[in-house]
Every structure is written in C-alpha cells, then in structure tokens.
C-alpha cells in the first residue's frame, strides 16, 4: 500500500507566477487535509477537503489560495501570484475516517522556493 | 479556535536518559491528541496518539498522559537514544467535525551520545 504522493517535492517559482501543488492520498483514504510549515515553524492547518468537496477552509488565505480534491485524480493545492512569504513547505496528509479511525498520514512535503 | 501551546522549544539529554514534552490545549471539545515526529526535511510520522477516553497510553519506550481536566497532555520517552533526535509536534483536534489538526510549535529534541 503506498503511502501518501506529493508532487512535485521542490517547486521554484519567481513572484506573480501560479504553484500548482498535487497531493495523492492513500489508498481507500478519501479525506485530505493540506498544512503549511514555515521555517522552523510548526504546522500551520490550511484546508480539508473530501472528493468532489471543501469542508473547512478556515486556514486558507482568503485571496489567492484554492484547493480542490476532484472525483478523479489527485487534490491540487493552487497558489496564484505567489509572493515571497509564501515560501514554506506544503504537507498533504489523508485519513480513512471510517471505523473511527483518526490517524492522519502525512506526504514527504512540498517545498515552494519564491525568487 | 484551538491554541495548543509546547514546551520546551529545545531539550538535550544524555543517552539513556528520559525525556518529557508538555503540551496544553484551549478548547475542551478536543478529545484527539496525536504526537509526531519529524525529521529534518522529512514527512513527520505519528510516533503515538492518545484519545480524551484515555489517561495514559503506552507503546514500548514512548508514553503520553491526557489530563483532561487541566487540558494538558505530556509525551514521555524513556531510555532515550541518539536516533530519537528530532523535532516532535504535538496536536490536538475534534474529530467529530472534522479532525483537522492544530500543532504546537514543535520541541527539538538532542540525545547526547
């Protein structure tokens, strides 16, 4: 059983470009949660989203972030006009949630460099 | 929203020694408290979780206690060893609406050879 996919694993991008970042979860998991960590910082929760629906997006900037986690495919995490503070690495973790199972399993990240 | 406070930021102990990071949370409604471990420019990894039905949980040289009272929870390693140095994250979250998980700041985490 493979674990959780993140893609790509380094992302440059310079000012006002677009990141486009895609978490595959788990198999049989289809709760997806995406979390920010800053520089020698903690995990930050950003969004939760289950297929074809956003749950709770209270940890999302209000401009220039959106998710979406489709009936087919991966979730995207999508940055628009990126700025320097958005520098971080970007997890993805899933969960089965099913038989009151709460375990979230985290992808190896997604480190966005901003030039 | 839930604030989840830890401490210490930084913590050395001798090879052998036992090591103990405290976390307190804001909102009682909390009743899910998973511990992660996280190497550097790794995925942190659930090392142990304990639910607010619980006190104490234990899994070989790893314990964390629940005082639901207080709204604090602790992790306990004992007999530690070089490659437990890490940085370890403790959360908590409500997971009847939705699980999403809120961490504190993370304890960095030096066993001395």
């Known amino acids: 059983n493979a674990g959780v996919m993140q893609n790509p694993r380094h992302l440059v991008r310079r000012r006002g470009q677009e990141a486009r970042l895609r978490c595959s979860p788990m198999?049989?998991?289809?709760?997806v949660y995406w979390y920010r960590q800053l520089p020698e910082e903690g995990l930050k929760f950003m969004v939760y989203?289950?297929?074809?629906?956003?749950?709770?997006e209270s940890g999302m900037p209000k401009e220039r972030f959106s998710a979406e986690f489709p009936k087919e495919g991966p979730s995207i995490l999508r940055i628009q006009q990126v700025v320097r503070g958005d520098s971080a690495a970007y997890f993805c973790?899933?969960?089965?949630?099913?038989?009151?199972?709460?375990?979230?399993?985290f992808g190896p990240g997604t480190r966005l460099t901003v030039t | 929203g839930e604030n989840v406070e830890q401490h210490p930021s930084t913590l050395s102990v001798q090879e052998g020694d036992s090591a103990v990071i405290k976390c307190t949370y804001s909102?009682?409604?909390?009743?899910?408290f998973p511990w992660y471990k996280q190497e550097l420019g790794k995925r942190p990894q659930l090392i142990i979780d304990?639910?607010?039905?619980?006190g104490e949980k234990k899994d070989q040289r790893i314990a964390v206690t629940l005082n639901k009272t207080a709204k604090h929870f602790s992790l306990h390693i004992t007999e530690t060893q070089p490659e437990d140095s890490a940085v370890y994250f403790c959360?908590?979250?409500?997971?009847?609406?939705?699980?999403?998980?809120?961490f504190g700041t993370g304890t960095s985490l030096t066993v001395i050879p």
């Open positions: 989203l289950q297929k074809e629906n956003i749950i709770d």
């Open positions: 959360a908590a979250s409500i997971r009847e609406t939705g699980n999403q998980f809120y």
């Open positions: 304990i639910r607010s039905n619980v």
């Open positions: 198999k049989g998991h289809s709760h």
């Open positions: 909102d009682s409604a909390s009743n899910y």
């Open positions: 973790a899933s969960s089965p949630r099913d038989r009151g199972i709460y375990e979230q399993y």
